[in-house]
């Protein structure tokens, strides 16, 4: 089992939305902000740095709502999933806008290349979670 | 001046909204923010905790959806207002789960009280500043 | 009486330090935080943006220990003082590291002008606040 | 590659540190923090709630020191190598704290054992990375 999964079957109470794209989800959340993360600062040592002020910009937002959306689908007492859909509604902008300027570098910046796969991959988890939330 | 105030002024380009809706809303996403943070963990210390869970789990989403508001807003380049939008409705919805849950505890609790407060400001400046938004 | 001061005097503990300090360390940490999250954009939208290279990793660096740091002061519930003490050291470096660059920009920037000022008062509040730790 | 090696390694300048153990306390740090913020949440559901008060404070703790411990040591951009220790050995001492109180609770929550070895993994993970900073 990876450590998300281990974590989230050991709650006390019966997770109400299919759990594996709950877990598949928080590990693309986690994956996605250190991408962000680390994208950011590696175009900051780029020597055409004022070619990726959006990139950057969009990195650090990104990074902030993975954070956010990873904690939020890591609890499970008591959900508002009203909440979750608007969180996981944020996360898949956040990822799209992000993931569409890191790909325009894609050709010239590889941390920009598997930052664009990462945002990705968190979109698409955001996205099948949100249509499998309760109604 | 604000703190909030002289950070965003000395911005080098020119703010796309208005100002002073957009301080107003950081001051409160971070106010929001700290009284979350805070009113989850005096639950923690309260003798009726069993009956404070789902006011804990709000808060402790709440702080979150915030601190990444807080953190968006305050950014001004190249800003992506499609996200801006997003992230405000993931708060406002944050902030009125939240808020609601500690105010049905404010005649027990003077931080459920007051943190139904802090909610309840951060819910109508994002409201406000998401009318506001460039379309 | 200010947002912090009402939260942290609502905790049905009594708290084990010097209450004032205590807000006031809090109020620094999130100002701190909010000034070099909205340095490091402003930074970002600089003509002279590749001098900014290292104002913009440390302003990152001190939002990120800042947050943490604000947010673990908030909790009073079974306090480990221990932490507590590591936490206030790893902020008082951030904001020396971070503040020390800032100034370096201040007289070009105002943003790093207004950044250093928020990065100063969160090193001494923390530093107050390190000296009357419970030993 | 794991995707925290490949972004590590897309860096345009070279890691002044052991990548290996840079990349294994990164993750150690993103798996401590997600474990923690589900721990606090799955204590919450327990019916033995008020006995797991200082578990689920300590929990919150260390979730944002690791969240800002994994941020930090994901720039690689003119570091301060004295933040990185400072900010280290207050990542250590969280998960120490963390990792105990979860271990008390060890046999009677699943949640809790797994936390206190997600707590050691980067208690241990964070020690390695210390010891090999440049000096």
Do not use: F, Y
Request: glycine content about 2%.
């Amino acid at each position: 089992m990876s450590p998300v999964q281990t974590m989230m079957r050991s709650h006390p109470t019966r997770v109400e939305i299919d759990e594996s794209l709950l877990i598949e989800c928080i590990d693309a959340c986690m994956e996605a902000e250190q991408a962000c993360t680390a994208c950011a600062d590696a175009c900051l040592s780029e020597p055409n740095l004022p070619m990726l002020r959006r990139c950057i910009r969009l990195n650090l937002d990104a990074a902030d709502v993975c954070n956010a959306t990873a904690r939020v689908l890591s609890r499970q007492t008591d959900t508002s999933w009203g909440l979750v859909s608007k969180v996981l509604q944020a996360c898949i902008q956040a990822c799209r806008d992000c993931g569409a300027e890191c790909q325009a570098h894609a050709d010239h910046h590889e941390h920009c290349r598997a930052c664009a796969d990462a945002c990705r991959r968190c979109e698409q988890s955001c996205t099948q979670l949100q249509m499998a939330l309760p109604t």
